[in-house]
């Protein structure tokens, strides 16, 4: 049994987006994403009260890189995963790992702009440093793509559980810095957020943290 605890617009679509395109049973428990989270029955799943949290055969995981493993170990592991010893397996690793390193900046700019209730609490020179590091990222994701070869996924083995990480994050991060600089990007992000399996990550109408496509600093200097 997989049943995965989820917050929608949240890391845990990264989760979701991959167990719909592994195609395996599984169900989901939503939950606002709010101090529910807090509840001693959430934190005994996951200790510091964070989505996903993934129940499977008895046991429960979170942190959503060490979940792409496993699923992709258990479920895919020539076709979402690349198994030890593969060719792409260090790059495969690298960059469902990277997926991170966008997201806390993703993170840093949702308090900033959605989760802070006090205005005095927001900081444009946050917002605008936060919005510049995530674009950094953008642009360490065009240079792979356009790396001497045409390539159509992150890997050149084809798509995998590493153009689901960096897609989710990057759906996120088009919340707070535009892809109009990064064209390969782009292109590529077009056709990720195309697969239904992506469109049946999204949240129900009214149930995601953002109520703005875009949020921009600059409406706070
Ligand atoms: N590194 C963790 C981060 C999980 C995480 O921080 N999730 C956010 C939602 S995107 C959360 O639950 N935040 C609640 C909080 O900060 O209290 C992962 O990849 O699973």
Redesign the pocket.
């Known amino acids: 049994m997989i049943r995965l605890h989820h917050?929608p617009q949240?890391?845990?679509m990264?989760?979701l987006w991959l167990l719909h395109e592994l195609d395996v049973p599984f169900e989901v428990l939503t939950y606002p994403?709010d101090a529910t989270?807090?509840r001693p029955e959430y934190l005994a799943m996951?200790p510091?009260?964070?989505?996903?949290a993934l129940e499977i055969d008895g046991e429960v995981m979170?942190?959503?890189?060490?979940?792409a493993e496993y699923l992709c170990e258990r479920f895919s592991p020539d076709g979402l995963g690349r198994a030890p010893g593969s060719t792409e397996r260090m790059e495969w690793l690298t960059w469902v790992h990277f997926?991170?390193t966008l997201?806390?900046h993703?993170?840093a700019l949702?308090q900033q702009h959605v989760m802070l209730f006090q205005d005095e609490m927001r900081s444009p020179v946050i917002m605008k440093l936060e919005a510049k590091r995530l674009a950094k990222c953008y642009a360490a994701v065009e240079a792979k793509l356009t790396k001497g070869f045409a390539e159509r996924y992150i890997l050149q083995g084809g798509f995998s559980a590493a153009d689901i990480g960096l897609g989710q994050a990057i759906y996120?991060g088009t919340h707070f810095a535009a892809l109009d600089d990064y064209p390969a990007v782009a292109e590529w992000y077009a056709r990720m957020v195309a697969r239904p399996a992506f469109i049946a990550s999204l949240p129900a109408p009214g149930q995601g943290i953002y109520d703005q496509a875009f949020y921009d600093w600059r409406a706070w200097q």
């Open positions: 917050s949240t890391r845990s990264r989760t994403f989270l807090q996951s510091v009260g964070r989505v996903p979170f942190e959503t890189g060490a979940i997926a991170e997201s806390v993703v993170a949702t996120m």
